[in-house]
């Protein structure tokens, strides 16, 4: 129920079609690859094509143009491989590319835009969280109705996905802060997990009232 919860989500937000193909790099043996790479695409419209070494820059890039691949899921640092080893009309079908697991450096993301003409897209979440909570939606992947709102922000992991919460929380009084103040990020959902195996006394710690403790600290701001 939490992966597919999750995948549910993602669904939701990127509009995924049967028109999109999705280049898949990530293992399986953690929830990043377990759910978005391999159950996104088996609960949903798009294809998949896979390569198991996700450092292989150059097959992954002739993958990606013979296969017509619309979308990438990967992380800051194979993207920076990518970056260097990729041509431009490998890449060409390309339209959407998440990162996720490392912040995005500014750097990497302009410089992907400048060669390939799109930026990779940022979002947030841990294996707790099945695993994703948050993140940018690129323009293009928008529904008309909702162009008004606010989908990308750079220097910010996005907005919470559908069906979930995210609230920030005073680290000494446990109290819940409003907009624009720093505290401990808490999310609830039907994505967090129901505890660490056989380890009740921390998976109390870690869920409280049904909100999971990221350890992290955030701001929640108007958007």
């Known amino acids: 129920h939490n992966i597919a919860s999750n995948v549910d989500a993602v669904i939701e937000l990127l509009r995924l079609t049967a028109i999109d193909r999705l280049m898949g790099v990530l293992p ?10 391999l159950w996104l695409p088996l609960s949903s ?3 998949a094509v896979y390569h198991f ?9 002739s993958l990606i143009e013979k296969h017509n691949c ?3 899921i ?8 990518y970056l260097k080893r990729c041509t431009v009309a490998e890449m060409k079908s390309m339209n959407l590319v998440i990162v996720g697991a490392e912040k995005l450096p500014e750097d990497l993301r302009l410089a992907f835009r400048e060669k390939f003409g799109f930026e990779p897209t940022e979002g947030y979440g841990t294996t707790e969280m099945s695993p994703v909570a948050s993140f940018n939606v690129p323009e293009s992947r928008m529904a008309d109705d909702a162009k008004l709102e606010v989908g990308t922000k750079h220097g910010t992991v996005g907005r919470v996905i559908p069906g979930c919460s995210a609230a920030v929380f005073d680290r000494e009084t446990g109290e819940m802060l409003g907009e624009d103040q ?11 997990m129901l505890g660490y195996l056989n380890q009740p006394e921390k998976t109390a710690e870690m869920i409280q009232d049904g909100w999971y403790n990221s350890g992290d600290m955030a701001i929640i701001d108007e958007d």
């Not at 070494?53 to 890039?61: K, S």
């Not at 505290?183 to 994505?191: A, M």
């Open 45 to 47: 419209e798009p294809s």
């Open 28 to 37: 399986f043996f953690h929830a990043f690859g377990f759910t978005d790479t």
């Open 74 to 81: 990967a992380t800051p640092t194979f993207l920076r491989s």
């Open 182 to 192: 720093e505290g401990l990020l808490k999310i609830k959902g039907p994505n967090i």
């Open 70 to 72: 619309t979308i990438l």
């Open 53 to 61: 070494n996700p450092l292989d820059a150059r097959t992954v890039g």
